[in-house]
């Protein structure tokens, strides 16, 4: 069994598993970090930033970490554990060969889908005339100044993938439901469990019949919107393959949720304006419901919010009908009925408004003070670049970032100088330190395998040894371009036998309880499936005067031999031996049993725990008369 | 006592016996005891009072039917009947004491099982044990046995009250062989045989109780653990309370038990262990032999093997404030070894001896209990500031900055690292328990000489506490207390930095925006201490306020407490209203001129006082304008205050919060007090002539009258009339006391004459009701009474609008005396009576023996 691991970000994992013969991709990831290297791409002409000394505006391509490792074309399948690790898809679906089959929860598609969308759009809809190549040669980029030059790779960054290769990607999906067993050509079933981190997010089961492997992706045990995580089916693991922690192990999502609402309400109150560069789905449902019962308690009710994205309708929607994806409390608002997110209210109310983009309707419904929710997070791309733009100048404003993904000084470097507050509440709601090690406890896996990262404490803070895993036996690291001999061999097959062989076997008791019996049969394999079957009867003989040829004649079936159990008591073999007549042994004690010399007859009785000689030159009465002897002690089959 | 009562109690003590367990309401039991208690210690004879009581007490004694609430309630009176000589005697003659404190009796009856007849018999005991012949009726009936084996009974209530019984029957015994020795001469001199008798029995007693001490403070199995715990509680309490021959004795006996039981060192049994040794070891003489057997002792405590022990026992050398500083030095070092290990700031020197326990405590800081080993440590660095200077180990100075570093490692979002043990960082970092220690720590550490260098440390440690997301809202509320604490000290805030200020501004900014109410709370609260703290002065000798240097002064505070008013919660309404207030009155002391920001907050607060349904932010709003009222230099003159001074009262005297009612008498009592200040004392001597006597009083009587005037216009009168009716007691007693304040300032000068006849305009009729009903109660009345004329009567009937009337007319028709005796009694003077109390259960016993009453429904009717 091996792990092919694709990917370095402990977050937005690439592992493809190999086991019984299939090949598993789990998770595709699309570590988008490198946009940070590019100029954002304005949705109006930005005389600021196209006027950067040195800086021309006109890239925008996206970094996909992959390594030719292993040809994806012989992926059999992949299971996609949430919306957020399977942006890479095109990329490894299309042109690349892939016959395959994706497995993932209708919410994890839709939602996926929709941030697929939203990206494209956000790309497409900035054309550029041109894209530099130039710069990626070695000599160049040499000179080129900052991180860029530092970048490594940079070939293999690809440029965004278009909506005819998304539909594509997306048209290979399976959809699966919590605990459904698929089964992978007869050799493995998968199952997803609900991993309580997002609207059908999950953790992947693979098991054969005697070996389990679990795959546990960016979980949550927050009481937040979606189910809550299944821990108990973990159990029992051969291998727990663990990723996807929270990125932020010293924030704590709740505390982070105060500060996000109190700076929000700090900077309305002294009448300036609030961005939040944000995705589209996911957390923003969090701080919606929580932004709903803190309005009225912080007088914020006459305060405008407005969500910006080409998706944004979609999102609000889509949430509220996977209710049977959702926790309890909201499933059963359900059954009232009622929406299961409190969104609706505000939309409703007219407290929340949502728009695909600043064209159109918002432009003239535009209103300040105001909250503005848009993305994307890197503040390379999306309507959250003009935001910027049009607020960053006044002290008044504050930008809020919520999701944990980039390095917010990074995203805010081509904004500089910048007037406006920035303030960073990361809110990851993933399994922390802590959580994990009791998780671990609960389902003790044999094995565990992690990114490398979450084996030593963070860089910033080195003496925090309680931010890493500590397990015993200790986890075995993985980093990107690592193969990794999963520590476990398999050991048995399971092997069916058919009803009328069964039916003749003939069991005899060992010891109590423990039968045996021998079996003759023919193993049949067929689909990673094993069969025994009763041996074909010989055809009755046709009467044939033909002559007989040795080649023709059906293979003799002799009875197998009996086969011999139990061991030879020393004390009462010896005395059988002197009724026998054989009364000068000598007797030797061995590691493994004992020797009977017989010095009369200059014979040689090796009785070990497995077998049993008789040495004696030319006496073969003796020997048949010792054999008996010894088979008297032993029983038969 | 009442006649009726000596009638009823027959009747009553009848009813006790014959209703045996079924009183349906045993707290009458205690209640009949407690009035009886009352009586003896009034030093009237009970049974003289109450002759049928010892007749009660041998029924019940003969008599095993009752229950054992009654018959716990006869062993416990007949302990008070005891308590005095001549009672003793009595029972003694009627041979009830024998049977009543002979266990041997009840454990034949098989009612010694049941504690409540034991905690009886011990009550009762230790009641009558007050003079030598209970002591002798002790020692005679070898009572001492049964009393030792109560001492670790089951039940703890009786092991305990069998302990203070046991301390009582020594303390007797020392009183009375000490009586013995200095009075023979001659109060004991006829009684000389008895008095070698008893000397006999005291001794008896004694090595009776001493070899049972020692014989008890073992603790050989984990079986004997919760007794030994008992007894060394009980050692403690006698060593504290007996004296020197007696406590030397005592010493003596249990030492050998004591040395042996230190050895065990068994953590559970530390603090009784230390407890007893403290006790024994102050105010022990010199050359008292067990001294250095003690002082010993102590030391093996201090040099246990188990950190958790040395540090309980060291903590406990600190409690005790032991004379000898070598052992608070030394405890001192050991409650700061932690402290010293966790962050490496150096406390303590080196010091080979400690070298051991240093090993020790650092391995116990490497697991989780050591959140509790920090917390004892920080919880007693206030008994170590309090020790002398030159005998602590460092200067406080560095305790100070050993602190601060642990509140950096404790705070989650800080990425320092100590020099110290590193292991320890993943239990404390975010552990609010040694957050809120630490603070606590550092609030009795302002105090300390020396700390000017730390100041700036201290405030930047607070503001990363107070701008921490993760921060608790209970550590945010002790990181304000600290700053209020330290800004208290400072000598001069020239030290804060802007940077300093920038941060601290926008955490207290958040704060206030908090999703928490706790922590908004603490945040407005923390505005109004600001507002409120002294002023300091900096090296340019400015005065310069607290909030200025911090906060930018009112204009950043005003309009977040502005805000606040605001708030859903009514708890943190209330706070910003008091915040406001003290935030205010430096300038409505310099009597500043009103801004429009003040008239708003008033607009406001009026608006609390009418809608808010919250009685909190309504207390807090007529409280604001108390402060208001005794802040201002001139009230007269400030025109947005006199005119908001006639609506608080008519609506706050008619709130349905009885505190608001009694916060708005207290504004109309200040403004009664501004109308009418204290004349001063007029010269004894002074000799004014007829004349003269007769201005003044006209001059008198025109300032009274436009005081008056003045104090109806302002509502002041119609809301003391309003409250005077209130059927809240503690409301109508005060408006009942301000009347007559005012009757007193204003009925004797004033004449009945009509021009100076004030009217008050009473919007409820509630008082007006009261005024006819006293008129048509009969004219007799008031004309009989001579405080009122025949115009007081024209003066009510006359005014032509029916709810307007005449302030002193009323002021005399009121029986205000009356109605003030009245209103002092307790509401429940009536219920509460002794009367009332044998009627009760009477009444219940009749009810309950009448056939065909569910009796349970008349105890769930009792529990309502």
């Not at chain 1, 690291?477 to 003749?504: D, G, H, K, T, W």
Request: proline share 6%; net charge negative; with cysteine.
């Amino acid at each position: 069994m091996k792990l092919y691991c694709l990917s370095g970000h402990p977050t937005l994992p690439c592992n493809v598993l190999k086991f019984k013969s299939t090949t598993i991709m789990l998770d595709c990831g699309l570590d988008t970090t490198s946009v940070l290297n590019f100029l954002p791409l304005p949705l109006v002409h930005s005389p600021r930033l196209s006027k950067l000394p040195g800086w021309i505006s006109k890239d925008g391509s996206i970094n996909l970490e992959k390594r030719e490792l292993l040809d994806l074309s012989t992926i059999d399948v992949i299971l996609i554990s949430n919306y957020h690790c399977m942006m890479a898809l095109p990329y490894i679906t299309e042109h690349t060969g892939f016959t395959g089959t994706v497995y993932a929860t209708e919410p994890t598609l839709q939602i996926g889908r929709l941030l697929m969308e939203e990206l494209v759009n956000f790309m497409e809809r900035v054309p550029k005339a041109q894209s530099a190549t130039c710069w990626k040669n070695k000599e160049i980029q040499r000179m080129l100044p900052g991180p860029l030059k530092d970048a490594v790779d940079v070939w293999t960054w690809k440029r965004c993938y278009s909506m005819q290769e998304v539909n594509s990607a997306l048209s290979k999906v399976q959809l699966v439901g919590y605990s459904q067993k698929v089964e992978l050509f007869g050799a493995v079933q998968v199952s997803p469990l609900s991993s309580g981190y997002s609207l059908g997010s999950s953790n992947w089961i693979i098991q054969s019949h005697h070996e389990k492997v679990s795959y546990v992706s960016g979980s949550s045990l927050l009481t937040t919107h979606p189910q809550p995580m299944d821990q108990s089916s973990l159990k029992n693991s051969d291998v727990l393959i663990l990723t996807g922690l929270t990125q932020m192990p010293t924030a704590n999502p709740d505390g982070m949720l105060g500060e996000f609402c109190s700076n929000l309400a700090m900077t309305i109150r002294a009448g300036g304006n609030v961005l939040v560069p944000c995705y589209s789905s996911g957390v923003i449902y969090d701080l919606l419901e929580c932004l709903y019962q803190f309005i009225e308690s912080a007088n914020l009710g006459t305060t405008p919010f407005y969500f910006i994205s080409p998706v944004a309708n979609s999102s609000l929607e889509f949430s509220q009908i996977f209710a049977e994806w959702l926790c309890h409390n909201k499933q059963t608002k359900v059954y009232l009925p009622e929406p299961p997110f409190p969104h609706a209210e505000l939309i409703q109310t007219n407290k929340l408004k949502h728009y695909p983009s600043i064209h159109g309707d918002f432009s003239s419904e535009f209103r300040q003070p105001c909250v503005v929710f848009t993305g994307h997070p890197s503040l390379r791309f999306g309507d959250v670049v003009h935001f910027m733009e049009l607020w960053g100048k006044s002290s008044l404003n504050t930008v809020i970032f919520t999701e944990p993904d980039f390095s917010y000084l990074d995203a805010l470097a081509p904004y500089q100088p910048l007037a406006m507050k920035c303030v960073y509440c990361p809110i990851d709601t993933r399994l922390n330190f802590h959580q994990v090690s009791k998780l671990l406890k609960e389902v003790q896996p044999l094995h565990v395998v992690c990114p490398e990262q979450y084996t030593q404490p963070p860089l910033t803070q080195s003496h925090r040894s309680d931010l890493m895993l500590e397990l015993q036996p200790p986890p075995m690291p993985y980093r990107r371009c690592s193969v990794l001999n999963l520590p476990f061999r398999r050991r048995y097959e399971r092997v069916y036998i058919l009803p009328e062989l069964a039916n003749s076997l003939v069991p005899s008791e060992v010891k109590p309880g423990v039968s045996v019996a021998t079996v003759s049969a023919v193993l049949q394999s067929k689909d990673n499936k094993h069969t025994l079957q009763s041996v074909p009867k010989a055809p009755p003989v046709a009467p044939s005067k033909k002559r007989k040829r040795v080649m023709e004649e059906p293979p003799v079936t002799m009875a197998p031999k009996p086969l011999l159990s139990g061991a030879v008591p020393l004390e009462a073999f010896l005395a059988t031996l002197q009724k026998h007549g054989i009364t000068e042994v000598k007797v030797e004690e061995t590691a493994d049993g004992h020797i009977l010399h017989l010095q009369a007859e200059d014979t040689l009785i090796q009785l070990e725990e497995d077998g049993t000689h008789i040495v004696c030159d030319n006496n073969e009465p003796l020997r048949a008369t010792l054999r008996d002897l010894v088979l008297r002690f032993l029983q038969k089959l | 006592m009442d006649s009726q009562c000596v009638s009823t109690l027959p009747r009553v003590c009848g009813v006790l016996l014959e209703s045996g367990s079924s009183l349906p309401d045993d707290t009458s039991l205690e209640k009949l005891l407690d009035w009886f208690t009352t009586i003896a210690q009034t030093g009237a004879s009970l049974l003289e009072a109450c002759p049928c009581l010892v007749d009660f007490v041998s029924k019940v004694a003969f008599n095993h039917a009752s229950g054992s609430s009654i018959l716990s309630f006869t062993l416990k009176l007949t302990g008070l009947i005891g308590t005095s000589e001549d009672g003793f005697k009595v029972l003694k003659e009627c041979s009830v004491l024998k049977l009543v404190f002979n266990p041997h009796h009840w454990q034949e009856a098989g009612l010694w099982g049941d504690p409540c007849l034991r905690i009886g018999w011990i009550q009762g005991l230790k009641m009558i044990l007050q003079h030598s012949e209970a002591l002798s009726f002790f020692a005679q009936e070898d009572l001492i046995e049964p009393l030792l084996q109560l001492q670790t009974d089951s039940s703890l209530f009786v092991a305990s009250a069998a302990n203070q019984t046991l301390a009582q029957v020594l303390l007797l015994c020392q009183s009375l062989s000490s009586v013995g020795h200095n009075c023979s001469k001659n109060r004991y001199l006829e009684h000389n045989s008895v008095s070698i008798e008893t000397t006999q029995n005291y001794s008896g007693i004694i090595t009776r109780v001493s070899e049972y001490l020692n014989k008890s403070v073992v603790l050989k199995e984990i079986s004997q653990l919760p007794g030994c715990q008992q007894i060394l509680r009980l050692l403690a309490m006698l060593l504290v309370q007996v004296g020197p021959p007696l406590r030397d004795t005592l010493l003596l006996a249990v030492m050998n038990s004591l040395e042996e039981l230190v050895t065990t060192s068994c953590s559970q049994l530390t603090v009784p262990l230390m407890d007893v040794i403290l006790a024994a070891n102050s105010g022990l003489r010199d050359d008292f032999v067990p001294k250095q057997r003690l002082i010993r002792l102590l030391w093996v405590m201090l040099n246990m093997k188990k950190p958790a022990i040395v540090m309980q026992a060291a903590a406990a050398v600190l409690h005790s404030h032991h004379s000898d500083p070598t052992f608070s030095a030394h405890s001192a070092r050991v409650l700061l070894l932690p402290l010293d290990i966790v962050t490496g700031v150096s406390l303590l020197d080196e010091n080979s001896t400690e070298e051991e326990l240093r090993i020790l405590i650092t391995e116990q800081l490497k697991r989780k209990s050591c959140i509790s080993m920090i917390c004892v440590c920080l919880s007693n660095i206030p008994q170590i500031t309090l020790m002398a200077s030159d005998h602590l180990p460092c200067p406080q100075r560095l305790i100070v900055t050993a602190v601060l570093m642990l509140l950096r490692l404790c705070c989650v979002d800080s990425s320092s690292s100590s020099a110290g043990c590193v292991e320890v960082v993943r239990f404390i970092t975010g552990n609010s328990k040694v957050q809120k220690c630490a603070l606590e720590a550092l609030l009795v550490l302002s105090k300390s000489p020396g700390v000017k260098m730390v100041l700036v440390d201290v405030f930047k440690v607070l503001t990363e506490y107070l701008n921490s997301p993760s921060s608790d809202p209970s550590v945010l509320q002790k990181s304000y207390q600290a700053v209020i604490k330290w800004v208290g000290v400072c000598p001069d805030l020239s030290c804060i930095t802007d940077q300093l200020r920038e941060g601290f501004i926008q955490a207290v900014r958040k704060r206030a925006c908090d999703t928490r109410w706790e922590a908004r709370d603490s945040t407005v609260e923390f505005l109004g201490h600001l507002g409120g703290a002294p002023s300091c002065r900096s090296f340019t000798e400015q005065e310069t306020e607290p909030s200025d240097v911090f906060l930018g002064g009112c204009s950043f505070t005003v309009p977040l407490l502005k805000e606040a008013l605001q708030d859903p919660e009514s708890y943190v309404r209330a706070s910003s209203i008091s915040a406001l207030a003290q935030t205010l009155t430096p300038s409505w002391q310099e009597g500043a001129a009103l801004t429009q920001e003040q008239e708003d907050i008033v607009t406001r607060l009026q608006e609390v006082l009418f809608q808010d349904s919250e009685g909190f932010a309504r207390r807090a709003a007529v409280k604001y304008f108390i402060a208001w009222l005794s802040a201002c230099s001139s009230p007269s003159s400030c025109w947005l205050l006199m005119q908001s001074v006639p609506t608080v009262l008519s609506q706050g005297v008619n709130d349905l919060d009885w505190e608001v009612k009694l916060h708005t008498l207290e504004l109309a009592e200040l403004l009664l007090d501004q109308a009418f200040p204290d004349p001063s004392p007029s010269h004894p001597y002074a000799v004014m002539s007829d004349q003269a006597h007769r201005l003044h009083i006209a001059g008198q009587q025109s300032d009274l009258l436009s005081s008056l005037k003045d104090l109806v216009d302002r509502g002041v009168v119609s809301a003391l009339l309003c409250g005077v009716v209130d059927c809240d007691r503690p409301v109508a007693l005060k408006a009942c006391q301000l009347l007559l304040k005012l009757r007193g300032v204003v009925c004797p000068v004033m004449g009945n004459a009509a021009d100076t006849r004030v009217f008050c305009q009473l919007a409820e009729g509630s008082v007006m009701q009261q005024v006819r009903k006293i008129q048509a109660m009969g004219k007799d009345t008031y004309v009989v009474s001579e405080a009122c004329s025949e115009a007081d009567k024209e003066g009510i009937c006359a005014s032509v609008d029916p709810e307007r009337v005449g302030v002193c007319e009323v002021l005399r028709l009121l029986d205000l005396d009356e109605k003030l005796s009245i209103l002092t009694q307790s509401s429940d003077h009536i219920y509460n009576s002794p009367l009332s109390l044998l009627q009760d259960i009477l009444t219940a016993a009749a009810a309950s023996s009448q056939p065909g009453r569910d009796l349970h429904q008349e105890l769930v009717m009792d529990c309502y």
